[in-house]
């Protein structure tokens, strides 16, 4: 049986088109803008492919943390230039924001996405000192949560900083994923897929995780969301009238219910 319309966002949005332009305006604007205040370092390497880059937003002053915020997008899509403006909240509390780009399917497989992610995570801390937040939406979500395993090589250091992990509609089994037509570029094995599945694998020691979902995104996703936080036994909270597409949009907002989650003790 197929799977794809159960994974399938944009179909189910009205006009989903237009986040995917605002998307674009947004982050455009924003990046340009702190770019000419001197507070945004762009095109950051953290390793020899093309799309191993991040850029590093500051806040106006001395940095209280770092958030690393990574992008969905299924691992075929997107980059880190899609989202800037979601390092606007975070910024606003003081915090500096990191946003990676990492190598796509097929040129990728998800085990080498997970670690590009984790050499992002371990560059951009090399920049800013103190606490580490991450945070990741769908694909992301999937990606900041495997950061909570020792096997993605986080230097100890480094996951010693990390105080919070908060997965945005996160995919968590990667096993019903084998059953769309993604698995043809994904090339999702059983055992790669169960290896690389946040749910089957240890709740990170010493971090606290909080998930956050859509009320009104796909069944799918809220049932991911859901085995995460059971068995991680985590926070989990449903936004309210959220979908897939908005249910980002509280990163921009530094007094939003997400960020509080993300940013507060």
């Not at 762009?42 to 880059?53: E, I, M, V, W």
């Not at 990390?162 to 089994?173: L, T």
């Amino acid at each position: 049986m197929s799977l794809d319309d159960d994974y399938a966002n944009a179909a189910y949005i009205p006009d989903a088109e237009s986040f995917l332009e605002y998307w674009d305006e947004a982050a455009r604007n924003y990046r340009e803008a702190e770019h000419t205040l001197g507070r945004a370092q762009l095109n950051q390497p953290y390793g020899p492919h093309s799309d191993q880059a991040f850029d590093l937003f500051y806040p106006a002053g001395r940095p209280l943390g770092l958030l690393v915020f990574v992008h969905g997008g299924y691992w075929l899509r997107f980059g880190r230039r899609d989202f800037s403006h979601l390092a606007q909240g975070a910024c606003l509390r003081d915090w500096a924001v990191a946003m990676p780009s990492y190598p796509l399917a097929p040129e990728a497989s998800i085990s080498g996405i997970t670690r590009s992610v984790a050499m992002a995570i371990t560059e951009a801390a090399s920049r800013i000192a103190g606490p580490i937040v991450l945070a990741g939406h769908s694909a992301g979500g999937h990606l900041v949560a495997r950061m909570g395993q020792d096997d993605v090589g986080l230097p100890s250091a480094v996951r010693g900083r990390i105080q919070k992990i908060v997965p945005i509609s996160p995919v968590a089994d990667l096993l019903p994923l084998m059953q769309t037509e993604m698995n043809v570029t994904l090339q999702l094995t059983k055992a790669s897929a169960k290896a690389e599945s946040p749910a089957y694998r240890p709740r990170p020691n010493d971090t606290d995780v909080h998930i956050w979902v859509g009320a009104e995104e796909r069944p799918v996703f809220l049932e991911q969301a859901k085995l995460l936080a059971t068995n991680w036994q985590a926070g989990l909270t449903i936004e309210v009238s959220k979908h897939h597409f908005d249910i980002i949009a509280g990163l921009e907002d530094p007094d939003s219910s997400l960020m509080a989650a993300l940013l507060e003790d």
